[in-house]
């Protein structure tokens, strides 16, 4: 079955930066458009950004653009979420996910069939 595991979270200071990784298995993830979501504690999980699965093309809500950078290498299986310049409201459990859905850009978590498991991202001085 599919598989999705997030890694690379962590106490950052504000300013930092992080790499989140996303390990998939158990399908060609690589013919599937991917995301990341996020989900602070009393608050609804949120779209953070995604890729699509051949052009690299990626999609980010306004709060994280210019300051995150999704990636993929299909050869790896892997997708990553680059976060530069981090600030105390980016704190959340992080999430990568798959949608079967490629033509349109999709934002809601329901539109996502796999999810991983979360890897958590505190910004705190």
């Known amino acids: 079955q599919v598989q999705l595991v997030e890694s690379g979270g962590g106490l950052v200071q504000p300013g930092a930066s992080l790499r989140l990784n996303c390990a998939t298995s158990g399908g060609d993830s690589s013919s599937y458009a991917m995301g990341w979501f996020r989900q602070a504690p009393g608050k609804e999980r949120e779209f953070v950004g995604a890729i699509k699965s051949g052009s690299n093309s990626s999609h980010y809500r306004d709060s994280v653009e210019g300051r995150f950078t999704i990636s993929r290498d299909n050869a790896k299986n892997m997708v990553y979420l680059q976060m530069n310049s981090l600030k105390p409201e980016d704190t959340a459990v992080y999430y990568c996910?798959?949608?079967?859905?490629?033509?349109?850009?999709?934002?809601?978590?329901?539109?996502?069939?796999?999810w991983g498991q979360g890897t958590q991202v505190t910004v705190s001085s």
């Open positions: 996910a798959r949608t079967s859905i490629s033509r349109i850009w999709v934002t809601s978590p329901k539109s996502y069939d796999f």
